[in-house]
């Protein structure tokens, strides 16, 4: 993965972190009471999409090395480092838009998004 956007240190003054709403920890819970070894949700970035990036959410049963950890009332969202330069301070929401139900990232590193908003660049 392309590293250009920096180099997360968590110790490292100037860095947010990520931010669940209320609504997101919420549906993470709700996840975990249905599924049995469901620990929490991992959001990543893969090079994609004619933006640039998009994001990878997949469940965890168990946390990777090197991910960091962001809880909110008892929702855990893990993160790899690597991916942290890139969305550092995203708001991650959970939102119904008519009929669907979606996960949303606000994300204040991306400078612009592709016309579906499934793929941002940085």
Known sequence: ??????TFDPNQP???????????AAH??????????FLGVRLGIKQTGCAGFGYVLETVTEPREGDLLFERDGARLWVPADAMPFIDGTEVDYVREGLNQIFKF????AQHECGCGESFGV
Not at 14 to 24: K, R, S
Not at 29 to 37: C, H, K, V, Y
Not at 106 to 109: A, F, L, R, S, V
């Open 1 to 6: 993965m392309e590293t250009s956007a920096g």
């Open 106 to 109: 606000n994300n204040p590193k």
């Open 14 to 24: 100037g860095w947010q972190g990520l931010h669940l709403t209320p609504e997101a």
């Open 28 to 37: 993470i819970r709700d996840l975990a009471e249905q599924q049995s070894g």
